[in-house]
C-alpha cells in the first residue's frame, strides 16, 4: 500500500495520457488510501469490542468493508466508475447500518453526507443529485418513522419535530451545496484538462510542420550554397570581397578592389592587416577554430580536395561599424594535394541578418498576440461560470442578511461571506478589464484606488526579497484615464523592477504628488501642454540601466533579456499608455543605484464617479410588478425567484428561454419586466429579446450575463434593452435597477 501511494504521489510524465476520468481516479486513490489507513486505527478497537459483546454482524461488516476497500484500491485495472460506484454503495450502506441501529443522531448522517459528495465528485452532477434525493428520502423516512414513535423510540432523536425539519433542512442545504461544488470543480478541471491536451496536440502537429520546414529550407539553402561556392570565383565584376591566403607567409597576398566598398579600406591597407584588426573576438575565435579543423580533415586519405567551408563572421570596418558577413574559404593545394593556402570569397549578409532579427521580432509579436488572445478567451470562460456561482453565494447571503438582525451573533459571519463574495467579483472584473481589447473610453478617475488595485493583484506574484513602500499622501488625483490601461502600465512597470531586484533584493518605492509644470517648463515635451499634473513615481533600488540603454528602452522589441524571457514590448506598452492618457513619461537611472520612472497625467477639471463603497441590505427598493425570469442554472433561477419575491414581485422562474418565449405569446400582458440570462443552450438572451420585441415593443428588457463577448452595456443599450446587469447581481444592485426602470415605465 506504501509503495502505491508514492506511486501516485509522484507527478505524472509529461506524456501520460489524462483521459476524462484521469483526475477523478486520482481522487478516488486518495480517498481510498487515507481512508483504509486511518479505519486500521478504528478497526482493531471496533473488532475487539465486537467480539467481546458478541456483535458477530457488527464485525464481519466491518471487516468485509475493510477488505473491500483494499481490494478496490489495488484492482486498478477495473473499469473507474464501477470501482467509484461500489465505493459510494459501501459508504451508503455503511450509513444506512449504522442509522437502522443507533438512529438518525449518530454518524450514520455523515455517511450519507460523505456519500452524497463522493458521487458528485467522482460520478458527476446528476450522480451528485441522485444521492442527495436519495438523501432526503432516507432521512425523511427514518424521522417520520422515529418521531412518531413506530420505530426505535429508545434511540436519541430531537425534542421536537420542528426542530427535526430544521435539522434535515439544514443538512441537505449543506450536502446539496458541498456536493455541486466538488461536481463542479471537478468538471472544470477536466474541460481545462481536455483544451489543455488539444493545444499539446496543436502544438505537436505544429512542431512536425516546422521541423519538416526547416528541413526543406536547410536543402535548399545546402544546395544554393554548394552552387554559389562552385560559381563564385569565376565572376570577374561582382561586389563580393575575394582573397587570397599564403599559409607559409601567414598573410593575405590578395584581395579584390570591392573590400573598399565592404569596410572602407582599399586593398593595399588590408594586406597589411591582421586578424584581429578585421574581426571581433568572437569571429576571430570562429575563424581560428575553422581553420585549424580544416587542417586536419585535409591531410586525411579520401577528403574532397575541393570541399569548401562557409561561415558567418562579423567584420570590423575603418570606421569601427560591425556588420555580417558569409566567409566561403577553399584550400589551394600544391601538386602533392597538400594544403598551401586558401581562396575565400566574402559575402555582406547584413540584409538577410536584419531580416531574420525582423522576423524573429514579427515571430515574438505574433506569440504575444495568440498569447493575450488565449489567456482573454481562457478568463471570459473561467468568469463566466465563477461569476454564476458567486451569484448564488452572493444572492443567498443577501437574503440571509436581510432577515438576520444585527445584534445576531451570525450576520457577522454572513457580511463577512458577502465581503468576501463582492472581493472575488471584483477580481474576476480586474481580470476581465486587463484582457479585453475593445476601444478604451477616457473618463474621470482617481488613479489612487487603480494603484492600490494593481498592487493588491500583484503582491503574490513578487518575490520575497522586493519590499513595496506607498506614499500618496492624502490628496485625490483626478485623471481622465481608463482603469485597465493604467493598471496594464502600473504591472508592467512593476514586474520589471522586481525582476532587475529578483537575485540580490531591494525596494520598489512607489510616490504620487501633484505638481505644476507650466508651458515653456524644460521637463515638459514640446506636444504636452502645461497645467496641473499628477505625477507616479515608480523607483526600484535594482542594478540600474546602462547609459547606453536609456535612450532605446521604450523602443519596440528591444530587450537585455536572453531569448523567451522577455518580448521587448513592455515599457514600449507603458509609453504608449502614458501618451493615450495625454501625458509623458521620464527615466533616471544610475548603474548601481536602482531606477525610477516617472509618469505624468494631467489633472482632470471633472470629478470622478463614485461608487457606494458598501451596499446596505436593509431599506431596499420594492415592488408588486410581474417578472419574468429566464435563466439555464437551476440555482440562479432559485435564488432569483427568493430575492425578488422578497423584494415584494410577482415573479415567474423558467429555466428555458424556449418556454419563456411560449409564457409570453401566451399573455403578453401579464408581465412588466422580463430578466434573462445572455448564454443558454437552446436560445441566448439576444436571440430571445428580439423574438420578445416582435411580440411587444414597450415591454422592458434587462439582459444578465457572467460574462459574454458577444454583448456589452453599450451594445445592449443601442439595441434597446432597458438595463445590462453583470453577475454576481447583488439584491441592492437588483432592486434599484428595477425599480429605475419600472418607474420610467410607468
Not at 8 to 24: H, I, T, V
Not at 26 to 37: N, S, T, Y
Not at 147 to 169: C, E, Q, S, Y
Not at 329 to 357: H, L, Q, W, Y
Amino acid at each position: 500500500m506504501i509503495e502505491r501511494l508514492k506511486k501516485f504521489l509522484k507527478p505524472p510524465l509529461s506524456g501520460e495520457s489524462r483521459d476524462k476520468d484521469f483526475w477523478r481516479d486520482r481522487i478516488l486513490q486518495v480517498i481510498l488510501v487515507a481512508g483504509l489507513i486511518i479505519a486500521f486505527f478504528a478497526l482493531i478497537p471496533a473488532a475487539v469490542m465486537a467480539i467481546r459483546e458478541g456483535l458477530w454482524l457488527i464485525f464481519f461488516l466491518d471487516a468485509a468493508t475493510y477488505a473491500a476497500g483494499i481490494f478496490i484500491l489495488v484492482s486498478s485495472r477495473l473499469d473507474f466508475r464501477f470501482r467509484a460506484i461500489t465505493v459510494v454503495l459501501l459508504i451508503f450502506i455503511i450509513g444506512l447500518y449504522i442509522i437502522g441501529n443507533f438512529g438518525l443522531l449518530s454518524g450514520g448522517a455523515f455517511c450519507l453526507f460523505a456519500f452524497a459528495v463522493l458521487s458528485g465528485l467522482l460520478l458527476g452532477i446528476k450522480a451528485g443529485a441522485f444521492a442527495l434525493l436519495l438523501n432526503a428520502c432516507i432521512l425523511l423516512f427514518f424521522g417520520a418513522l422515529q418521531g412518531g414513535g413506530h420505530w426505535r423510540p429508545d434511540l436519541p432523536f430531537f425534542p421536537t419535530m420542528i426542530r427535526g425539519w430544521v435539522a434535515w433542512a439544514t443538512f441537505m442545504l449543506m450536502n446539496a451545496i458541498s456536493t455541486f461544488a466538488a461536481a463542479s470543480m471537478i468538471k472544470a478541471m477536466e474541460f481545462l484538462a481536455d483544451k489543455a491536451q488539444e493545444s499539446n496536440k496543436e502544438l505537436m502537429e505544429e512542431q512536425q510542420k516546422l521541423i519538416r520546414e526547416i528541413e526543406e529550407r536547410e536543402k535548399a539553402e545546402a544546395a544554393l550554397r554548394e552552387s554559389e561556392n562552385r560559381y563564385r570565383l569565376l565572376a570577374d565584376n561582382v561586389s563580393d570581397v575575394i582573397w587570397t591566403y599564403d599559409m607559409k607567409k601567414d598573410k593575405i597576398t590578395y584581395v579584390s578592389p570591392s573590400v573598399y566598398a565592404a569596410r572602407g579600406y582599399t586593398p593595399e591597407e588590408v594586406l597589411e592587416q591582421s586578424l584581429n584588426e578585421m574581426l571581433t573576438l568572437v569571429s576571430q575565435e570562429m575563424a581560428e577554430k575553422a581553420l585549424k579543423a580544416g587542417l586536419e580533415r585535409a591531410f586525411r586519405p579520401g577528403i574532397d580536395s575541393k570541399r569548401s567551408r562557409t561561415l558567418e563572421l562579423q567584420q570590423i570596418s575603418k570606421d569601427g561599424t560591425v556588420s555580417w558577413t558569409e566567409v566561403t574559404t577553399s584550400f589551394i593545394r600544391n601538386e602533392e594535394g597538400k594544403p598551401i593556402g586558401m581562396v575565400g570569397v566574402n559575402r555582406d549578409i547584413e540584409a538577410r541578418k536584419k531580416a531574420e532579427r525582423e522576423r524573429l521580432r514579427l515571430e515574438q509579436r505574433l506569440q504575444e498576440v495568440q498569447k493575450r488572445e488565449a489567456i482573454g478567451t481562457l478568463t471570459g470562460g473561467v468568469a463566466h461560470d465563477f461569476n454564476n456561482i458567486l451569484g448564488v453565494v452572493l444572492g443567498h447571503a443577501d437574503l440571509l442578511l436581510y432577515d438576520v438582525d444585527e445584534s445576531d451573533p451570525q450576520y457577522f459571519s454572513l457580511a463577512e461571506i458577502r465581503k468576501a463574495g463582492l472581493r472575488a467579483r471584483d477580481i474576476i472584473a480586474q481580470l476581465l478589464r486587463y484582457t479585453r481589447t475593445e476601444e478604451k473610453i477616457l473618463a474621470p478617475l482617481d488613479i489612487v484606488p487603480v494603484i492600490r488595485e494593481s498592487l493588491n493583484l500583484l503582491r503574490s506574484t513578487l518575490p520575497g526579497k522586493v519590499h513595496v513602500r506607498m506614499d500618496f499622501g492624502e490628496a485625490k488625483a483626478i485623471i481622465n484615464g481608463d482603469g485597465a490601461m493604467l493598471n496594464q502600465a502600473i504591472t508592467n512597470l512593476c514586474l520589471n523592477a522586481s525582476q532587475a531586484m529578483e537575485q540580490t533584493g531591494g525596494m520598489l518605492e512607489i510616490s504620487l504628488e501633484r505638481v505644476s509644470l507650466p508651458s515653456g517648463h524644460p521637463s515638459l515635451p514640446q506636444d504636452v501642454r502645461g497645467g496641473g499634473f499628477a505625477r507616479l513615481v515608480l523607483a526600484d533600488s535594482g542594478p540600474g540601466i546602462p547609459p547606453e540603454h536609456v535612450d532605446r528602452i521604450f523602443d519596440p522589441y528591444f530587450t537585455t533579456k536572453e531569448v523567451g524571457e522577455g518580448s521587448g514590448l513592455g515599457l514600449a506598452v507603458v509609453h504608449g499608455i502614458v501618451k493615450n492618457h495625454g501625458g509623458f513619461i521620464a527615466v533616471e537611472s544610475s548603474p548601481g543605484k536602482g531606477t525610477a520612472f516617472s509618469l505624468y497625467f494631467p489633472i482632470s477639471r471633472e470629478s470622478a464617479s463614485e461608487e457606494d463603497a458598501q451596499e446596505e441590505i436593509t431599506d431596499l427598493p420594492s415592488g408588486s410588478e410581474s417578472i419574468l425570469f429566464v435563466d439555464d442554472e437551476a440555482s440562479m433561477v432559485e435564488m432569483a425567484e427568493q430575492m425578488l419575491g422578497r423584494l415584494g414581485y410577482g415573479v415567474v422562474t423558467l429555466s428555458s428561454p424556449v418556454e419563456a418565449l411560449d409564457a409570453f405569446r401566451n399573455n403578453p400582458s401579464k408581465f412588466d419586466l422580463i430578466m434573462t440570462d445572455m448564454s443558454m443552450p437552446e436560445m441566448s438572451g439576444v436571440e430571445l429579446f428580439e423574438k420578445i420585441r416582435q411580440v411587444d415593443e414597450t415591454i422592458p428588457v434587462v439582459i444578465c450575463t457572467g460574462y459574454s463577448n458577444q454583448i456589452n452595456e453599450k451594445k445592449a443599450l443601442e439595441m434597446g434593452m432597458a438595463a445590462y446587469v453583470s453577475k454576481p447581481m447583488s439584491m441592492h444592485g437588483i432592486a434599484s435597477t428595477l425599480r429605475q426602470i419600472l418607474d420610467k415605465k410607468s
